[in-house]
């Protein structure tokens, strides 16, 4: 049972506020000024949510909630006020409070307030608990990601060589991670190289090592990462992109466990693990000659796939949390929440850069967004447009999924005027005669649907 601690003077308004919340099945415990409140939770037993008036006998509801973060007892918190200066919902939003309540509000608003609050809490106690477990957390809940965790937990013990799968930005580096730290070798060096990022011609030196005085600028001996990786694991992404002739090289490490160094003379014993990935096919590779099947084998004796975002809706809002409140520490901003509607959006969204793309949209709402963040902050290339057409409309894969006549309607206005506007090169005189309307009425609506000209 959900748990709320109100904090309100006035007893009419408190009992109608318990009354309207309890009938929504939430037990309440009901008190008149922060000092009952602080006792409340000093006793141990933290409500689940915490909705204060501003205006209280003795310290204020600011006041409480500044004392409650002192003393790390601030629970979920809501603040509700008629009158509160500009400066007391700053200070509050900054303490951590998670939404402002302006008075009069209605029984709806306080509802979405209420269940909004509860729902961000959740995420970020999720959230936590993934940044407090070992090793670098694999994020998700979803029915695939499910699978994907009890393969892992299944292939990581063994010494099986592992082939890792996937789209391009599904996370396939944190799978190869989540396989060594699960092996007997997690306290053994684990060792990355992108077979797609080094020249064809520096890939041979960098696996096997070289001699002194083999190639023109070879000043000293250099060990190879398969003998840095000596007991450990080496993880080779995008091995898709191998060159053929390194193929058979690597072939002869992974059948007899040694190497030998450009330049070398002699062979040298390693034992390592080796985990590869691609978002390649390499069967169709093997196919077309171009990638070894043999060394296709003997790669993929424990073929592990990573689920697109696209089969994952259910972790998105869990995803979002977590980069939110990871990009919104690392530029000193306290953690934002973003708005339900804004939310359904981009669950909507069928990420073609997958988590990558989601990462990466997190960083700019933090910087770019509001707080909360809303549907005006996400940018237009989030809309589909429709074939054939300069605009689209809202994506919607579905058709039992809708968002607020409102919300549509916003967003093909500012779609259609983003490509109106790029069709006369952001001309604004042109583009008001296009649209058979005022210069100034299209810089007003240009500036209230933030839309912004690309650099």
């Known amino acids: ?53 501003v205006r209280l006998p003795g310290a204020s509801g600011v ?11 601030l629970p979920p918190t809501i ?14 939003l900054q303490l951590g409070v998670h939404d402002f309540l302006e008075k009069p509000f209605s029984r709806a608003r306080l509802l979405q307030s209420v269940r909004n609050c509860l729902k961000c809490a959740a995420l970020e106690s999720r959230v936590r608990e993934l940044e407090q477990a ?15 965790k009890q393969q892992i937990a299944k292939v990581a013990p063994t010494e099986g060589r592992v082939l890792i799968l996937g789209e391009s930005g599904t996370g396939k580096e944190l799978v190869a991670r989540a396989v060594h730290g699960g092996s007997r070798r997690a306290d053994k060096p684990f060792i990355k190289m992108n077979c797609a990022a080094i020249p064809a011609g520096l890939i041979e030196s960098e696996l096997f ?23 450990g694991t080496l993880f080779l992404d995008e091995i898709g992109d191998m060159d053929l002739n390194l193929q058979t090289r690597l072939l002869r490490v992974l059948e007899d466990g040694v190497v030998r160094r450009v330049g070398g003379r002699k062979d040298i014993k390693v034992d390592v693990r080796v985990v590869a990935a691609t978002h390649r096919d390499l069967k169709q590779l093997t196919g077309d000659h171009r990638f070894r099947e043999d060394l296709y084998f003997r790669l993929a004796t424990l073929p592990l796939t990573v689920p697109a975002l ?19 520490r690392r530029n000193g901003y306290r953690p934002k929440t973003i ?19 989601l990462r990466n949209l997190a960083e700019r709402l933090v910087i770019l967004g509001g707080d909360p963040i809303g549907i005006d902050d996400i940018p237009g290339d989030i809309f589909n447009p429709a074939p054939g057409a300069e605009t689209g409309l809202v994506r919607l894969p579905a058709p039992n999924r809708t968002i607020p006549l409102k919300t549509f309607k916003t967003q093909c206005e500012k779609e259609y ?23 100034t009425y299209l810089h007003r609506k240009i500036t209230q649907l933030k839309i912004q000209r690309p650099k």
Do not use: C
Not at 29 to 53: C, H, K, N, T
């Open 339 to 357: 708005d339900p509607a804004a939310s359904k959006i981009l669950r909507a969204y069928p990420w073609p850069g997958n988590v990558r793309e």
């Open 209 to 231: 090592g070289h001699m002194r005085g083999a190639f023109t600028g070879a000043h000293a001996d250099q060990p190879g990462l398969f003998e840095e990786a000596n007991g």
């Open 417 to 439: 005027l983003e490509a109106v506007m790029r069709g006369h090169a952001w001309n604004y005189a042109e583009a008001a005669d296009a649209l058979e309307i005022q210069r």
């Open 134 to 148: 070992e090793g670098t957390p694999l994020l998700g809940e979803s029915p695939a990601m499910k699978r994907l």
């Open 79 to 92: 603040i509700v006020s008629g009158e509160a200066t500009i400066s007391e919902t700053v200070t509050a």
């Open 310 to 328: 696209a089969e994952r809706e259910g972790d998105i809002d869990l995803l979002l949390a977590y980069y939110l409140d990871q990009y919104s």
């Open 1 to 53: 049972m959900t748990r709320i601690l109100l904090v309100e003077d006035d007893p009419k308004i408190r009992l109608n506020l318990s009354l309207q919340l309890e009938d929504e099945g939430f037990t309440v415990i009901a008190v008149s000024d922060a000092e009952q409140a602080l006792d409340r939770l000093r006793e141990g037993a933290a409500p689940d949510l915490l909705l204060s008036d």
């Open 63 to 73: 006041d409480l909630v500044r004392r409650l973060v002192a003393e790390k007892l």
